[in-house]
């Protein structure tokens, strides 16, 4: 079935270090994925995104790679900073004829300064 | 702001009653998506419609239906209601179908009481 697995569920750092989170995804038929950042009480904003064609895409201190063969996709967030502090969500889009998202668990990420 | 827009912010109801969700997309956004927010379910998709038929389903209970009307707004129709649905429910659009970004509005938040 259609499942994603996200790790870990928790993260705390020190500012101006790095953090990783994984996720891993059941469906070889996904073509897209997407990360969106979620602070308290607000809407899931999505920050970046890459589609299985591309190995690795950055923007700024964000970056995200893709390894389709393993189906595991990362999460990077360079020089951390404590507005970075929010909970994390990756997902899965089946493409094709619809463009269902199945979102992973979550990752709370505390920076702290 | 993502241009999404939903409404009512908040909706405060007992068991057994029938609520209305209201979602507008995005200027020129053709495919408007349903997702519930609940602390131990996560994110999970209900539905997509698009141009005004649906496109997927997910876990959507019977008790709720959808539908998106001409002028591309989306209605979300919850009846019966129990106390475990209580949650946030997002609206997201996108452009078309199919690997593309869905930008969510900022939720509905309902409570069952």
């Known amino acids: 079935g259609e499942n994603v697995e996200q790790h870990p569920s928790t993260l705390s750092v020190q500012e101006g270090d790095s953090a990783v989170i994984k996720c891993t995804y059941s469906?070889?038929?996904?073509?897209?994925f997407p990360w969106y950042k979620q602070e308290l009480g607000k809407r899931p904003q999505l920050i970046i995104d890459?589609?299985?064609?591309?190995g690795e895409k950055k923007d700024q201190r964000i970056a995200v790679t893709l390894n389709k063969t393993a189906k595991h996709f990362s999460l990077h967030i360079t020089e951390t900073q404590p507005e970075d502090s929010a909970v994390y969500f990756c997902a899965a889009s089946l493409g094709g004829a619809t463009n269902k998202l199945i979102f992973g668990t979550g990752t709370l990420l505390a920076v702290q300064p | 702001d993502s241009g999404v827009t939903q409404t009512p912010k908040h909706l405060i109801t007992a068991t057994g009653q029938r609520v209305t969700l209201r979602c507008s997309p995005r200027s020129g956004d053709l495919s408007v998506y349903w997702y519930q927010q609940s602390l131990d379910q996560g994110l999970q998709f209900l539905i997509q419609y698009y141009n005004g038929e649906e496109r997927a389903k997910g876990n959507i209970l019977e008790r709720f239906s959808a539908q998106q009307f001409p002028d591309l707004h989306s209605e979300l129709n919850l009846s019966s209601l129990e106390l475990g649905d209580s949650a946030l429910y997002f609206c997201?659009?996108?452009?078309?179908?199919?690997?593309?970004?869905?930008?969510f509005g900022d939720g509905t938040r309902l409570s069952i009481l």
């Open positions: 997201a659009s996108s452009v078309g179908t199919g690997d593309q970004p869905q930008h």
């Open positions: 890459i589609r299985s064609n591309v």
């Open positions: 469906d070889s038929a996904s073509n897209y």
